[in-house]
């Protein structure tokens, strides 16, 4: 069974196959009744014959030229209608996956600036170790050439 969501009240149509649920987002349900019937009206007359006796063209004789014409608009302004709420749906998919994702482009660039704020600290927390570094070898640098002078002044005394 078929069936789409829509803000109208269903309308069943019974075909060759087994019956069908319609559910149009339409305001004017006169309109759409009167389609219904006419496809209702249609269809039971084209089951009566099997679909390869090739009484379709037959069924096109008993409408007026007017008829047609008036039926053809009826369903091209409904066909155009569907459109526009399909239409619609999807600009408004669209618009909410564009709020999401703006969202999550917010959140990225937020996480992106802590990173970078933690990535300078960590930078700037480098190069004062590297700089205390180089004052503890030079210190060491020192301490040592004062150990190996007393040493060798040890060594001479002996």
């Not at 060759?16 to 219904?36: H, M, S």
């Not at 009566?48 to 053809?72: M, T």
């Not at 930078?123 to 030079?138: I, K, Q, T």
Request: hydrophobic residues 35%; proline residues 3%.
């Amino acid at each position: 069974m078929m069936s789409a969501a829509c803000t109208s009240s269903p309308f069943f149509f019974t075909g060759a196959d087994e019956p069908v649920q319609f559910q149009c987002p339409i305001q004017e349900t006169g309109l759409i009744e009167e389609l219904l019937a006419l496809l209702q009206e249609g269809n039971s007359k084209s089951t009566s014959a099997s679909p390869n006796s090739g009484s379709d063209g037959s069924n096109r004789g008993v409408y007026s030229v007017d008829e047609r014409k008036r039926r053809r608009m009826m369903s091209n302004r409904e066909s155009a209608r569907r459109s526009r709420w399909r239409k619609k749906r999807h600009l408004e998919d669209l618009t909410e996956e564009a709020n999401r994702l703006k969202m999550e482009n917010r959140e990225l660039k937020s996480r992106l600036g802590f990173a970078a704020e933690k990535c300078h600290v960590t930078w700037r927390e480098n190069e004062r170790l590297e700089a205390e570094s180089l004052a503890l070898w030079a210190r060491l640098s020192h301490l040592n050439r004062v150990l190996v002078a007393m040493q060798t002044m040890q060594q001479s005394q002996y």
